[in-house]
């Protein structure tokens, strides 16, 4: 049963990746779509492909979402215009870097903290209160595996995904009387821009990250997403972890003969 017909969907971070599949499967199911990321020509070609395929209203905004003023903004305007989401994905997430702890780089933690973290802060924090007010509304994070179990050099990147664990913990206790669903989504390891993000453009590198097994692909992760935001309104699906079959866990992967 499609539930998502005619609901509107934020989406942060939709010009690549997990975030731009998430759009892809709602407007395939005629949820209109608001799509913010920093990389504009990005977000322009994907509202000419899925107003074209779909029929569905999709707006989008350059927006960076450590830009708390920025934000805040952004949604006055969605206010104003009427159009805020029954449905946010705090997509927009990044890693920088894989270095020992005692090595890392400072303004790369800061980057990984401000978007991983404030960012999501920022976007939830600006909308909840419409769902609260409207008794209706579902907060969908993109989590990862990463914020249950540490690895080696992962250190502040792990820490911000187990504060987005907290959050949608701690956000599900406060909702509780209310109507609003808060879910996460925890992938594993998934092909996109992400490795080549943490290392900085190094694209070969990025490359060794997902060689000798099939990882996720961001449009697995999409599944999982819509599955998610599908559910009837009584049914609060609070984390989904979603791993590669070739990796149980994140020391346990298995590199030999998958496609
Ligand atoms: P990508 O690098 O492919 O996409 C990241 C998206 O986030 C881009 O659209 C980027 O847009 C956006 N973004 C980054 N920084 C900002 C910012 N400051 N403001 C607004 N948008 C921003 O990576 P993924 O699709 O893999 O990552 C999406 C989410 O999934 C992240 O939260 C990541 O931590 C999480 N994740 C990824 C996994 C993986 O293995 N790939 C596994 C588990 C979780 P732009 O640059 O245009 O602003
Ligand atoms: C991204 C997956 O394993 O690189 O969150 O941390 S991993």
Not at 147 to 154: I, K, N, Q, R, S
Request: glycine share 8%.
């Amino acid at each position: 049963m499609n539930r998502l017909r005619g609901k509107r969907v934020l989406i942060t971070g939709a010009s690549a990746g997990i975030g731009r599949a998430c759009a892809r499967a709602f407007a395939a199911s005629g949820a209109d779509l608001l799509l913010s990321a920093r990389r504009f020509p990005n977000l322009e070609s994907l509202r000419r492909e899925l107003t074209l395929e779909h029929g569905v209203d999709v707006a989008i905004e350059r927006l960076d979402v450590r830009d708390r003023a920025g934000v805040e903004t952004y949604v006055a305007k969605l206010v104003v215009e009427n159009r805020l989401p029954d449905i946010l994905v705090n997509n927009a997430g990044l890693s920088r870097d894989l270095l020992p702890f005692h090595e890392g780089k400072v303004e790369g933690w800061e980057e990984m903290i401000d978007t991983n973290v404030k960012g999501l802060l920022y976007m939830s924090r600006a909308i909840i209160p419409h769902m609260v007010a409207r008794d209706q509304g579902h907060v969908i994070h993109i989590g990862s595996v990463a914020g249950d179990t540490v690895y080696p050099a992962g250190n502040v990147y792990n820490a911000t995904k187990f504060a987005v664990r907290a959050l949608n913990e701690g956000m599900n206790v406060d909702l509780v009387g209310t109507r609003v669903r808060v879910s996460s989504v925890d992938p594993g390891l998934v092909e996109t821009e992400f490795s080549e993000v943490r290392f900085r453009g190094d694209r070969e590198r990025a490359q060794t990250v997902y060689e000798g097994y099939t990882p996720l692909r961001a449009e697995d992760v999409a599944d999982v997403v819509h599955h998610v935001a599908n559910a009837p309104e009584h049914v609060n699906i609070h984390r989904t972890v979603v791993y590669p079959t070739d990796q149980r866990n994140p020391y346990i992967l298995h590199r030999g003969d998958s496609e």
